[in-house]
């Protein structure tokens, strides 16, 4: 079976609901205290086992390709500054991985930057990460995905239990359970009225993928919002072949596609930050009365 090395990462969209924050920088690029919402993102690839990150951008989007990039002036100022740790976590950050940039071509929707990707991607399993959401697990989330692809040779999708009064707002897993916390899955059910949802498992991105989703991709219909949706494929696939969904254990989730959950992500990391932690910590107590 041939290993999960590569990762496609959209990163197209223009961030609407950050406006104006997004009209001149990616929303990608938006702080999570002092590292971009992507960075998180590579690194839960890269320290899951993947080699190649391949990005499918927009044209307003170069800001992502100079952070992922060697940063020859800012090297040398703080060299010169002597500010050797600042050096060297820049210097990381374009050491991660290989870096692959390729513009988004075709209608709107999640699939068709997966689908720009066919071509590097070749007849290899790969994973597909949402550049603007992330979970902080141990192990990764990306590798527990993993994990289970090198088991059962099925794509695999990660996923939350989620309440059930809240389960309409997500896609939810239907499906036999395998064992606890993994199923093998009939579809995805998007956004299921209240009360008809067929499990509480959501599934909040996090892919592995095998190369059969592309044909799938190529003669899809544009669904909802008449745009081309990789549920829509995905549930197409789990027709053909064994498609899984993954409860990921020791997991937070952090959507910070929405204002409250990057805010809420700010403060948890600014929590944990040691040059912000206590200050921060008195601002809330402040608020808090």
Not at 60 to 88: A, I, T, V
Not at 111 to 140: Q, R
Not at 281 to 286: N, Q, T, Y
């Amino acid at each position: 079976m041939q290993r999960v090395r590569k990762a496609v990462i959209p990163a197209a969209g223009w961030g609407t609901r950050f406006l104006p924050a997004t009209k001149a920088q990616p929303k990608e690029m938006l702080p999570i205290v002092d590292k971009p919402i992507i960075q998180f993102v590579v690194e839960e690839a890269v320290a899951s086992g993947i080699e190649d990150i391949i990005i499918v951008t927009g044209w307003h989007k170069r800001s992502l390709e100079d952070h992922f990039d060697y940063p020859f002036e800012l090297e040398k100022r703080l060299q010169e500054s002597g500010k050797s740790k600042e050096l060297e976590e820049v210097r990381a950050i374009a050491k991660m991985a290989r870096f692959i940039y390729i513009r988004q071509k075709g209608g709107y929707g999640n699939g068709t930057p997966v689908l720009n990707a066919e071509h590097l991607i070749g007849d290899e399993p790969f994973a597909v990460l949402w550049a603007d959401e992330f979970i902080t697990a141990d192990p990764p989330r990306l590798k527990q995905i993993i994990d289970v692809f090198d088991e059962t040779g099925g794509a695999t999708l990660s996923g939350m239990t989620v309440p059930p009064d809240v389960a309409h707002k997500y896609g939810i897993a239907k499906g036999s359970e395998v064992r606890p916390g993994l199923r093998k899955l009939d579809e995805i059910v998007e956004k299921p009225k209240p009360g008809r949802e067929p499990s509480t498992l959501a599934l909040l991105g996090g892919y592995v993928l095998t190369s059969n989703i592309f044909k799938h991709l190529r003669t899809l219909a544009p669904g909802r919002d008449n745009e081309i949706w990789l549920v829509d494929a995905i549930n197409k696939l789990a027709r053909e072949e064994p498609v899984y969904g993954l409860e990921i254990r020791n997991g937070t989730y952090y959507d910070c596609g929405s204002k409250l959950g990057w805010l809420r992500a700010n403060i948890e990391y600014g929590l944990k930050h040691q040059e912000t932690a206590e200050g921060l910590r008195a601002i809330l107590k402040e608020h808090a009365q």
